[in-house]
């Protein structure tokens, strides 16, 4: 899904009796062990855009935020959260109406503390005459949590009036050199920022990525390891110009000491709105499942570009009439509107959540629900898949759009991805177990105002 996100910068506690933040265990100078683990205390967090964006200030902020909730052994703990906006003291620039800071959000550990990073974009952001011209600010982790923040400088032709800098990201090591690296679009493309970075502003070099003279113009990305070389591969999603008719694809560029080297491309039928990287069938390449939503008027399907060696070759399908799966395949569904993939039961193989946030259920309209497949020997199967319908959150109403955001991650360590899954004004995280995730223990999310940290 899009959600789609170098003055100190102050985050503030939610003013709402919150209790102030657990002082984790100072973490080593090496690179974090979990990209989302802001305060070094071994646990992932999570971050989501807020339940309300300010436009009107009366939050004290102006023009979007991000909402953190640290994790603990129990998993996530509500009462441990920050909010992280433009108007927090000493936050490069100024929350404005147009702005969505936290538009697209992204971590890592950037400077190679210990501790992990939160990268957030605002593509909307007014810079001087610029209109549009979009912003990316690394809030920086600590032991006390994210705390000071630095502006990343856009490359000449990321940085103009409507480029929208900052309005996809995407982290890994690509290049294999042990620093985290950094993909931003802006102006219709991507750009690679290569690691380290520093609280100054220095980064590594900086390379546009483009299909040159192709007619390429990007649009999403996806980070994940897809040809078992332990370098971070990356795909973006965008729309390429052939005989001046545009095709939807996605294209797949492996990590390479340079950075990454181009590789295969996909064209789909449909636009692609979101991709994850996930191992389903254990055989040490990652598989490309890419969400197609408006295909066939709006049913949607899943694509499963399977990896190789060599990176991606062949594919799988996957929608409401496969085998197995629950519901039909109806005009507007929208299955394939976001996806992820982790190992939600522990046994080796990564599974892929689905939703379908407009599908409707016993009469009421975009009451939504998620599908989960379960990866296994050959990949993934119907006959391994569940749903998880709406009615989790509570009484089933219409619009509530259930699946809309989708994340899979081990949250609590215990070796089970977990299932984020947001609707409208709601989200709830759901822990893994032995078959699939469950409701029972659900957490309600404090202030949930829109997609997951990747």
Avoid: C
């Avoid at 071994?42 to 909402?67: E, F, K, M, P, Q």
């Avoid at 064209?267 to 994850?276: D, Q």
């Avoid at 599908?359 to 629900?369: A, I, S, Y």
């Amino acid at each position: 899904m899009r959600t789609s996100t170098a003055a100190a910068l102050t985050v503030t506690l939610v003013a709402t009796g919150l209790t102030p933040l657990f002082l984790a265990a100072p973490a080593s100078a090496a690179v974090a062990k979990h990209y989302d683990d802001f305060n070094g205390d071994g646990y992932r967090d999570l971050a989501y855009s807020h339940y309300y964006s300010g436009i009107s200030g009366d939050d004290g902020w102006t023009g979007g935020a991000v909402n953190i909730v640290y994790g603990s052994a129990s998993g996530l703990d509500t009462t441990r959260t920050q909010v992280v906006h433009q108007d927090s003291p000493g936050i490069p620039g100024t929350g404005e109406e147009d702005d969505y800071f936290g538009e697209s959000i992204s971590s890592a550990d950037l400077n190679k503390d210990g501790y992990a990073d939160l990268i957030a974009g605002n593509g909307t952001e007014h810079v001087g005459s610029a209109k549009y011209r979009g912003t990316v600010t690394i809030v920086w982790g600590s032991r006390t949590g994210l705390s000071g923040g630095t502006s990343l400088a856009p490359k000449s032709g990321a940085g103009g009036s409507q480029s929208h800098f900052g309005s996809e990201l995407a982290t890994g090591d690509f290049n294999g050199d042990g620093s985290p690296d950094l993909a931003v679009i802006g102006g219709g493309e991507a750009w690679l920022y290569r690691g380290p970075f520093t609280k100054s502003g220095a980064t590594g070099s900086v390379s546009k990525i483009d299909k040159e003279g192709a007619g390429w113009y990007s649009h999403g990305l996806a980070a994940g390891k897809v040809n078992g070389d332990g370098r971070t591969d990356l795909v973006v999603l965008g729309t390429q110009f052939v005989d001046n008719k545009p095709a939807n694809r996605i294209w797949y560029l492996k990590g390479a000491s340079s950075g990454l080297t181009s590789g295969a491309s996909k064209t789909y039928a449909s636009e692609p709105w979101g991709a994850t990287i996930g191992d389903f069938d254990k055989n040490g390449y990652g598989d490309i499942a890419v969400g197609l939503p408006d295909n066939n008027d709006g049913k949607g399907i899943v694509s499963v570009w399977r990896g190789t060696s060599l990176g991606p070759s062949g594919s799988m399908t996957y929608n409401q009439a496969s085998s197995g799966v629950s519901g039909s395949p109806e005009a507007g569904d929208n299955f394939g509107y976001a996806v992820s993939a982790g190992d939600t039961n522990g046994d080796g193989y990564a599974d892929l959540a689905v939703g379908v946030p407009q599908e409707d259920v016993d009469g009421k309209e975009d009451q939504g629900g998620v599908t989960v497949f379960r990866g296994g020997s050959g990949g993934l199967t119907g006959t391994r898949s569940t749903w998880i319908p709406q009615t989790v959150l509570g009484p089933a109403d219409s619009y509530a759009s259930f699946g809309s955001p989708v994340r899979l991650r081990d949250l609590d360590r215990d070796g089970k991805a977990d299932l984020t899954v947001g609707a409208n004004g709601d989200a709830l995280l759901m822990r893994g177990t032995s078959t699939t995730p469950t409701a029972t223990g659900a957490v309600h999310l404090p202030e949930y105002g829109g997609g997951f940290l990747d």
